[in-house]
């Protein structure tokens, strides 16, 4: 995986956790279970940081996405995309490329194989 989708899947990481700490039935939940939920402040400028890294065409599709799915970022599994579940075109060449990044003919996400 280049290191562009690595810093993608990061930021993904990143975003959900901001957002499940920012949801206040979930923040409930996490302190009821012993979990504190602070430090929202660090998680975002770490997110800031993170996404200065990442090529700025890249992460305009990522954050326009992310309007629409919670996660835009998805593994590949066999031909398969783990974020709509439908199979890929077999591609007799992929794309060595390490530059480019492969998305969903289906649903369009972001996808990157394990």
């Known amino acids: 995986m280049n290191s562009q989708l690595q810093a ?9 956790m901001i957002r499940e700490a920012k949801d206040p039935e979930h923040a409930t939940q996490e302190e ?7 430090g929202v402040e660090k998680l ?3 997110r800031e940081r993170l996404a200065k890294q990442i090529d700025e065409r ?6 326009r996405m992310s309007r629409r799915f919670a996660r835009v970022v998805v593994p590949v599994e ?4 783990l974020g709509c579940f439908m199979g ?4 007799p060449k992929r794309n060595a490329d390490s530059r480019t ?3 969903c003919e289906n649903c369009g ?3 990157y194989r394990i």
């Open 58 to 63: 890249l992460l305009q599709i990522y954050e």
């Open 8 to 16: 993608l899947v990061a930021l993904q990481d990143l975003d959900l």
């Open 109 to 111: 996400r972001i996808l």
């Open 78 to 81: 066999g031909r398969v995309c």
């Open 101 to 103: 990044v492969e998305h």
């Open 44 to 46: 975002e400028r770490t």
């Open 32 to 38: 009821e279970l012993g979990f504190p939920l602070s």
């Open 88 to 91: 890929l075109p077999t591609s």
